[in-house]
């Protein structure tokens, strides 16, 4: 039976919080997306009178469709060019759902989104329903057919993992504005001392090129290490320009919640930086270059008042 009017609407109003659910999952617009497409094909064939509770029924449909996908996605990642970080998203990003409370915003900040490839697919379902969405277990429990113990039991698990693996430090807007303000000046500073003291000790440094732009597999340990790196990722000379494809315009944004340096290229973003903060300092440096990662945020970038570049390398 063909759709109503009444129910593509339904699902229309429903599609938000279904993509901010399958990225939150998935760690990719573009998957969230294929993802959310098909539970509108299931949807399309789906008895709909029969169905009691629409939104529940979505849910479930595309959760199950999300842990299908994880499960094919880390057999591919076995094969992927160099280390896999999920795909960024800039601030305003309505992908990036709700942002009303400390625990939501933190569900989805890079650093999390990084945290949780480490758990298993199930155990991630529950963190984001539960977490992110404020799903009660009874509901999480039938979404994925198992009892609500046992979804409490996933919950603590992974949000054990999670905060063993950060320190949370909520930032606003204007705060993360000044510490990358700081972070590239003390970068094109070339100074090393200059961007060794805005890190721990036990700084990282890790990026994504996808086999398409140069990453290094290992991560860069250590403040000293970090900063060297550092420096010659923002030193202005023809090597760097052959990689990007120009000059690049460094700007100071936010990205997932978190302090980030967005370089720019003819409009093109070529690169998110994005900065874990603690109250010690700057504890991991996370760049996405893969340009299949970027797209939606060149598109995003277009659209944004972005005012001047802080740096130009």
Same mark, same amino acid.
């Given at each position: 039976?063909?759709?109503?009017? *009444?129910?593509?609407? =339904? ?5 938000? /919080? ?15 997306? @294929? ?11 789906? @008895?709909? +009178?029969? $169905? ?23 057999? !591919? ?13 800039? %601030?305003? *990003? ?23 490839? &480490? ?18 277990? =009874?509901?999480?429990?039938? $979404? ?12 603590? /698990?992974?949000?054990?993992?999670? %905060?063993?693996?950060?320190? !949370?430090?909520? $930032?606003?807007?204007? %705060?993360?504005? !000044? ?17 060794? &003291?805005?890190?721990?000790? *036990?700084?990282?440094?890790? +990026? @994504? ?22 420096? #010659? ?7 760097? =320009?052959?990689?990007? +494809? ?8 936010? #990205?997932?919640?978190?302090? #980030? ?6 409009? =093109? ?10 109250? @010690? ?10 340009? *299949?990662?970027?797209? &939606? ?17």
């Amino acid at each position: 039976m063909p759709l109503t009017v *009444d129910d593509v609407d =339904r699902f229309e109003s429903a599609r938000p /919080r279904l993509e901010a659910i399958a990225y939150r999952l998935l760690g990719s617009a573009h998957e969230a997306q @294929d993802a959310v497409q098909e539970t509108f094909l299931r949807w399309q064939a789906a @008895d709909i +009178g029969a $169905i009691e509770v629409p939104e529940a029924w979505l849910t479930k449909v595309l959760t199950n469709l999300c842990l299908n996908q994880l499960a094919s996605a880390r057999a !591919r990642r076995e094969t992927y060019v160099g280390r896999w970080l999920p795909e960024p998203l800039l %601030a305003g *990003d309505p992908m990036l759902g709700p942002a009303d409370t400390a625990e939501q915003r933190e569900s989805v900040s890079y650093a999390v989104l990084t945290l949780m490839e &480490r758990l298993p697919p199930a155990e991630r379902a529950v963190y984001v329903l539960r977490q992110a969405f404020d799903y009660p277990h =009874r509901e999480i429990a039938e $979404i994925l057919d198992i009892t609500e113990a046992a979804s409490q039991q996933m919950f603590h /698990r992974a949000k054990k993992h999670v %905060a063993s693996g950060r320190a !949370r430090n909520d $930032i606003d807007g204007a %705060a993360a504005r !000044r510490i990358v303000e700081e972070f590239l000046s003390a970068a094109a500073s070339g100074r090393t001392e200059e961007l060794v &003291r805005l890190l721990t000790g *036990d700084a990282v440094s890790m +990026g @994504d090129g996808g086999g398409k732009v140069p990453a290094r597999t290992k991560a860069f340990e250590g403040a000293a290490s970090v900063a060297k790196f550092l420096l #010659a990722l923002f030193r202005s000379d023809e090597a760097t =320009r052959a990689v990007v +494809g120009g000059t690049s315009d460094v700007y100071a944004w936010v #990205a997932n919640g978190e302090p #980030a340096a967005v370089a720019v290229v003819d409009g =093109r973003v070529v690169g998110i930086l994005c900065l874990e903060v603690t109250a @010690d300092g700057i504890t991991a440096c996370r760049t996405q270059a893969n340009p *299949d990662k970027l797209e &939606r945020a060149t598109a995003q970038w277009a659209a944004a008042d972005h005012g001047e570049p802080l740096l130009r390398v």
